[in-house]
């Protein structure tokens, strides 16, 4: 079955700690990306990476930082520096990075709670 | 600041109604258009697109959209909703180089159709 996983569905985190999201496709597209998505409100871009070992940074990077080593995955690491944590993160991916056309794919996303 | 706009945020019809569903952007250039939609349950994933071409695009499960470049608009149809249309739909935006070749997203309409 090709398509993107994340793990892990549902996320508890305390205050002060760093926790990191699993985004893995085996779709063979080049392109990953990083959104939030909270209620009310459109899917926002955290961080989006074209290519393996490179990464750009979207509206809301800040307390967030990812990696990019292997093309099938992008994790994404939430800091204790981001405010404010709490929200849904899909991970998605497209066949090539900077098509505008390009249809993205998406993962069933992580539901992060800071308690 | 540019943006799509989805004007409604909750929509609820009876099976057999029609649909609109509004979006509305504001860049000024050559945009590609997408709407996504997420079934409860399920992944985010394209119901259709547009970038050249025709202005009516039909996409999956009987919907279509128009591109109407003099008014922004890139609103959704169908002309009879079924029950199982009930979903989240996602009107999205690339503006090439005045979006960073991203996707910028709509709020989202939740439609809920009554059996």
């Known amino acids: 079955d090709g398509g993107i996983t994340q793990s892990p569905k549902y996320l508890f985190r305390k205050e002060g700690q760093n926790v990191t999201l699993s985004c893995e496709q085996n779709l063979n597209h080049d392109a990953m990306y990083w959104y939030r998505q909270d209620p009310g409100q459109g899917l926002r871009l955290i961080y989006y990476s074209q290519i393996v070992n490179d990464f750009q940074k979207g509206d809301i990077a800040e307390g967030y930082s990812v990696s990019r080593e292997k093309k099938e995955s992008f994790p994404l690491t939430v800091t204790s520096a981001q405010k404010n944590p709490t929200a849904f993160y899909l991970c998605?991916?497209?066949?090539?990075?900077?098509?505008?056309?390009?249809?993205?794919?998406f993962g069933p996303g992580t539901r992060l709670t800071v308690l | 600041a540019q943006s799509v706009s989805q004007h409604n945020h909750h929509v609820i019809l009876s099976e057999a109604a029609s649909l609109e569903l509004g979006c509305n952007y504001s860049y000024g250039g050559t945009v590609n258009l997408f709407w996504y939609v997420q079934y409860p349950g399920q992944h985010l994933q394209l119901l259709l697109k547009y970038f050249s071409g025709d202005p009516l695009v039909k996409g999956i499960k009987g919907f279509e959209a128009e591109f109407i470049k003099s008014k922004f608009s890139f609103n959704l149809r169908k002309p009879s909703v079924q029950w199982s249309d009930t979903a989240e739909y996602f009107c999205a935006v690339n503006a090439g180089v005045d979006s960073n070749y991203q996707l910028i997203w709509g709020a989202g309409t939740k439609l809920i159709i009554k059996p």
């Open positions: 998605a991916s497209s066949p090539v990075g900077g098509g505008s056309t390009d249809t993205q794919y």
